[in-house]
Nanobody, 119 residues
Framework: QVQLVQSGGGLVQAGGSLRLSCVGS????????MGWFRQTPGKEREFVAR????????YYEDSVKGRFTISRDNAKNTVYLQMNSLKPEDTAVYYC????????????WGQGTQVTVSS
């Protein structure tokens, strides 16, 4: 099972940028698709972006297309989420997670990282 530790996030003004990192342990990390999700109070956790195990294929939720970039470095067991042109509605706790072959969350979530975008 992949264990995940997140870093990055914080407070930024609208239009700014942040990068989230997620370091995985375990032999399965390099063979697992990875995803980023986010959650705001009172709402369900929602999909943001995912990346294939090789890093070749990526997919984004419509509201972040063109602004967010997911990438990974398997040599470092790390997946990233570069967030540009941030908007107040991007404010949420962000989570990384391994995905199964159906792109459904698999195993344990990262601990979560708060991203706050001020207007």
């Amino acid at each position: 099972q992949v264990q995940l530790v997140q870093s990055g996030g914080g407070l930024v003004q609208a239009g700014g940028s942040l990068r989230l990192s997620c370091v995985g342990s375990g032999r399965t990390f390099r063979s697992a698709p990875m995803g980023w999700f986010r959650q705001t109070p009172g709402k369900e956790r929602e999909f943001v972006a995912r990346i294939s195990w090789s890093g070749i294929s990526t997919y984004y939720e419509d509201s972040v297309k063109g602004r967010f970039t997911i990438s990974r470095d398997n040599a470092k067991n790390t997946v990233y989420l570069q967030m540009n042109s941030l908007k107040p509605e991007d404010t949420a706790v962000y989570y990384c997670i391994a995905l199964d072959t159906s792109n459904e969350p698999l195993g344990s979530w990262g601990q979560g990282t708060q991203v706050t975008v001020s207007s």
